[in-house]
């Protein structure tokens, strides 16, 4: 509707690969890596899958979590 601004905060130094989705409000944390094709709310866990299920990082902190 417009009225709502939800922000997606990104700190320095911080890989986001091709393919991710950030659905915000998110804060990624600095020195976070984000694997290719994942998908990140604010309600993720700090450990997740990949959906091939290899490992990835996910950011250490995240907005509303």
Known sequence: DGSKVSR??????????????LVAPLHVSANSQIAPGSVLNPNNNKSSAHPDGTPTQSPTKQGGA
Do not use: E, F, K, L
């Open 8 to 21: 997606t905060v990104i700190d320095d130094n911080t890989y986001v690969a091709s393919g991710s989705i």
